[in-house]
């Protein structure tokens, strides 16, 4: 590859680098409105959405594979600006264990609740860690649903291990967040059945088929679902178990709930 063209970072003392690091805390991903995608399959979702991409990083020494290579050449032609960095460099800003050599300075969007909607929905309320709610989103992808409102203002979805464990697919699905309030009204104006996922629920999962487009609202694992959801036009379904086993991980809670609703 000709680098004469592209910049290159090789000290931990480089102004770009410690910008870099400071984007590990949210408040500086929010503050600068920016976040990194990091990862081949990651960055092959980005390229192919709508989003405004500022850099890729790249680190020769970590790459594997000829994919790698034509993903670069993609990013490329697209005139996405193009840094080579050191290995040391980019294991510190790396996320992973093992790195790839790939990753991306990507401009964040937050998203205001959209009206704009065709088809079932996902609400993850107050889902707090980040590969919960990453892997909620490629499952959701993973079985059509293509829409996920988050139901609180305060998730945020470019945590870099959101975009991670989503395998990068929050780049190329309508999310969007608003308070539950807001999302209720917009539920009940678009004619949607509203089901909760609740170990209470008086209706089995396993038997309920939806008549229209419907809204699944999975809880958090510590706190449920937010109490504003139980109103009288929601549903209430709960997955049967065995084993005195009362509590299943949200993201796997989501899966079966996905799953059963749209098979």
């Known amino acids: 590859m000709n680098h004469s063209q592209n910049k290159k970072i090789e000290s931990l003392n480089n102004p770009e680098y410690k910008y870099l690091i400071s984007l590990k805390k949210n408040r500086n991903r929010k503050i600068s409105n920016k976040t990194l995608c990091e990862g081949y399959r990651e960055n092959t979702q980005l390229i192919n959405s709508e989003c405004k991409i500022d850099t890729l990083y790249i680190c020769e020494e970590l790459l594997i594979g000829e994919n790698n290579l034509h993903l670069i050449k993609k990013?490329?032609?697209?005139?996405?600006?193009?840094?080579?960095?050191?290995?040391?460099?980019?294991?510190?800003?790396s996320y992973r264990d093992r790195p790839d050599g790939l990753m991306s300075l990507v401009?964040?969007?937050?998203?205001?609740?959209?009206?704009?909607?065709?088809?079932?929905?996902?609400?993850?309320?107050?889902?707090?860690?980040?590969?919960?709610?990453?892997?909620?989103?490629?499952?959701?992808?993973?079985?059509?649903?293509?829409?996920?409102?988050?139901?609180?203002?305060?998730?945020?979805?470019?945590?870099?291990?959101?975009?991670?464990?989503?395998i990068g697919h929050v780049f190329n699905m309508n999310i969007s967040s608003g308070s539950q309030k807001e999302i209720i009204s917009l539920l009940i104006e678009k004619k949607y059945e509203i089901l909760l996922l609740d170990p209470e629920g008086d209706k089995d999962l396993t038997d309920y088929k939806p008549s229209i487009n419907f809204a699944l609202i999975v809880g958090s694992e510590q706190y449920g679902v937010s109490k504003e959801w139980f109103i009288p036009e929601t549903i209430k379904l709960s997955i049967r178990s065995t084993n005195d086993v009362d509590s299943l991980n949200a993201s796997t809670a989501a899966a079966i709930g996905m799953w059963e609703l749209t098979k």
């Open 107 to 166: 401009e964040y969007e937050s998203k205001p609740l959209t009206k704009n909607i065709i088809g079932p929905i996902l609400i993850p309320d107050r889902i707090e860690k980040p590969g919960n709610l990453g892997t909620m989103i490629r499952t959701a992808k993973s079985f059509g649903i293509n829409n996920v409102i988050l139901s609180d203002k305060i998730t945020d979805i470019y945590n870099p291990n959101v975009i991670r464990s989503s």
């Open 75 to 93: 990013f490329q032609k697209s005139k996405v600006r193009t840094v080579y960095v050191s290995k040391n460099v980019f294991n510190n800003i």
